[in-house]
């Protein structure tokens, strides 16, 4: 179930385009003018952009002293958040047929695209979920596919999670929306990228466009059911037919498939795929795709996991999971997050992250007050 | 009795393809039974005599014959009245069914077909047969020719006008290397299913130049060992001399049942396009006579006007 709360009474894309203007226009300084109106530049001696703590000068003692940025500048923007709060309270409460129209609109009145401007006034992490967020779905998973082929490590795993999480219908326009922004189909650009096993997996799976009905081939399912246990056996991982049956067939026919494995041979795919060597990225990958297709918000919750309990959270996970599936199922996956840690998703996430990123994420999550 | 039938015009009508419709109402349609007989007795292609019996037994194939024949219109009409995604979608379906010697079909609709017409057909796939088409190809094909083939059915290509020459130029030589070094089994090569499943028609051409200067030989002239990897480069790049090379195919008086088939199929999934008029320009260029008088010599009947009229259509 979606987290999204959009309120019954929504103002018009004019009216909402309006008030994102004022709040732009209002919104004087960037982080760096900040700091240079909070301090004296001189005073700074020493400045440490990720720990946030840095030396300057006490002209009152002739010493020095050492500041936790961070507070000073919360401080600071209690004053000049109520811009950021505007645009948090407007853009977080607006489905994405809402949030496309604004986006319109504002071009229209403003004679700029509303993301040029997000990406001139907003900072780091507040601006990529604003950012993610305003872009449409198809869009937004076209951009994350197009960054996964350019950086070389977790990059698969994002273009499997777009492959795999989304619906046939949802894919297709991620592919439509990548030919239009960058020109190129989405399948040439992440077999130029990859090699090997990986490449077989991972065009496949981004090519896919699956039967999305519940009928169920039984005899079918008790045959690849015992193939695939046949390859894994062996450690045969990227055999070509473990890769088509995960590639091609409808998730619910992989669900029926993986269910006959599990009563044939006593325990879940999952936890045999445990055998395997731990240093294995493609077994990892192989690992994900099926909790993709089978059950998706467990994934989910895996990678939020790790990404709050990382030391410094990987905001990037982070703000992936958040925004795309708000207006999806992340109520689901709070609910499995909290059975499974105890703690509520907005707690363990307001807990590592601050400011206007946390009120973000917050308010995606349906638990902020407006 | 009347003036006797004229047995070599009912010959005529009834052999060849299609059939001579209006003929066989004026002429067999209107006859007398001793001529009928006669004609039987005279016909020994199509009745055979049984002289203990007195009397002349059908061929099977005459029956089989004028089933076929008769019934070529009637596909052409039920084709042409089809959705194209639905017509494509059956295509496919057939051709898995048939196996090996049909695979070429998958190339031509997964090749010639516009990016949303093969999506089109995907989701027809998904309607009439509740499964995937790549999913039905997979199971179906064993062979090396797997991996090539859902390939190309599962791509969605770019089709805007943006290339970028050093990929076209890299692709290029990398194909030429693979294509060499691979043999026939250079349908399984990863570098090449990748660069024919995954790249713009208009990046293919841009490669097709750099190849011929590269190697000094046309891509395009049978390249591969691979048939599916030339007819796949001959879709993709010039699919009017592709559908003229198989349009006279089907027209040859030695072509086998299955071949025959084409001349429709070709017809009726190209008529809608521009490009029917490229192929019957091309067909003119490369066999020295214009399609519609071919058309018109080769074939009878309904089906003849059929074909002809879906021709001028596209005029």
Redesign the interface.
Known sequence: MATLKVSSHVPSPSEDAEQLKSAFDDRACSFTDLIVSVLDLEDLIFFDYLGFHSQIRDSHCHGSKSVNFLDLTFDFCEGWGTNEDLIISILAHRSAEQRKLIRQTYHEACGEDLLKTLDKELTSDFERAILLWTLEPGERDALLANEATKRWTSSNQVLMEVACTRTSTQL?HA??AY?ARY??????DV??HTT?DF??LL??LV???????D?VNMTLAKQEAKLIHEKIKDKHYSD?DVI?IL????KAQINATFNRYQDEHGEEILKSLEEGDEDDKFLGLLRSTIQCLTRPELYFVDVLRSAINKTGTDEGALTRIVTTRAEIDLKVIGEEYQRRNSIPLEKAITKDTRGDYEKMLVALLGEDDA | MAHTLDLEGITKAISGMGVEEGALISTLGNSHKDHRKLFRKASKSFFVEDEERAFEKCHDHFVKHLKIEFSRFTNAVVMWSMHPWERDARLVKKALKKGDEAYNLIVEVSCTRSSEDL?GA??AY?SLF??????DI??HVHGSQ??LL??LV???????K?VKES?AKSDAKILAEAVASSGERAIEN?EVV?IL????KL?LEHLYKHFNQIKGSDLLGGVSESSLINEALLCLLKPSVYFSKILNASLNKDADKGTKKWLTRVFVTRADHSDMKDIAEEYNQLYGEPLAQTIQEKIKGNYRDFLLTLLSKSN
């Open positions: 297709l592919r439509q030919h020109k190129k189909s989405i399948e040439e077999a130029h090997g490449r077989k065009v496949s090519s896919s466009y699956r039967y999305e009905g009928e070509e088509r590639s091609t067939r409808s | 999506l995907r989701k998904h509740d499964q995937s088409m790549e999913e997979a199971s797997r991996k859902v390939g599962s791509a969605y290509r770019y089709e805007g943006e990929s990863d990748r499943s995954t790249r713009s990046h």
